[in-house]
């Protein structure tokens, strides 16, 4: 029920033994709980990246709009690496958003934003989320080349340097992260 989930297994240091948890209790918190659920995902500030996948998008999910408001600022503000799987991402930026659903501007020590690309279909263009059995395997991210970025959404990178400009030119403190296409593997397999 809780919408907010990790297909990563727990960290194997966390259920080793007593000393090597409390270690690795200052590296990992219990994060991302929500108003109906308590945290459950253990969350290393320093390595790990906060995925939005593709069926988070759907008129199906609400996965999205209720992480925004059960997040607070603190919490946005501690997250440096986000990847997001959404194919026409970039015709939706509005007053800092991605969608209107994930407000970057928030997130002030935001150091990496991924865009997860996906093959295109015959038409030339990226297939939506149809909002079938969401995608839950483990994920594995891959860059893509000079020519892979082209191919697979270079055409977006102009919005996404003026949408960072815009949230810059509002917010002089807002660090513009570093922004780049990648594509996924789930459970080895490419999507």
């Known amino acids: 029920p809780n919408p907010f989930f990790s297909p990563a297994a727990l960290p194997a240091v966390l259920h080793v033994k007593q ?45 999205i709009t209720s992480f925004e408001p059960a997040t607070p600022k603190e919490v946005k503000d501690s997250i440096q690496r986000i990847a997001i799987d959404n194919p026409i991402w970039y ?52 860059g893509l080349d ?5 191919r697979y959404g270079g055409h977006g990178l102009k919005h996404v340097k003026e949408a960072f400009e815009a949230i810059k030119k509002e917010d002089p403190k807002w660090k513009i992260p570093k922004f780049k296409f990648i594509r996924s593997k789930r459970d080895g397999v490419l999507v």
């Open 19 to 63: 000393e090597s948890r409390d270690i690795a209790l200052e590296h990992y918190q219990l994060s991302f709980p929500n108003a109906e659920n308590p945290a459950t995902i253990y969350w290393n500030l320093a390595v790990d990246t906060l995925y939005f996948p593709i069926w988070c998008w759907s008129q199906w999910s609400h996965s």
């Open 146 to 150: 000079d020519t892979d970025t082209d």
């Open 91 to 142: 015709t939706y930026w509005d007053e800092g958003s991605i969608n209107c659903r994930i407000q970057i501007n928030e997130y002030g020590n935001l150091e990496e934003l991924y865009i997860v690309t996906r093959e295109p279909d015959p038409s030339g263009w990226t297939p939506e989320f149809d909002g079938t059995e969401p995608e839950m395997g483990k994920v594995e991210f891959v």
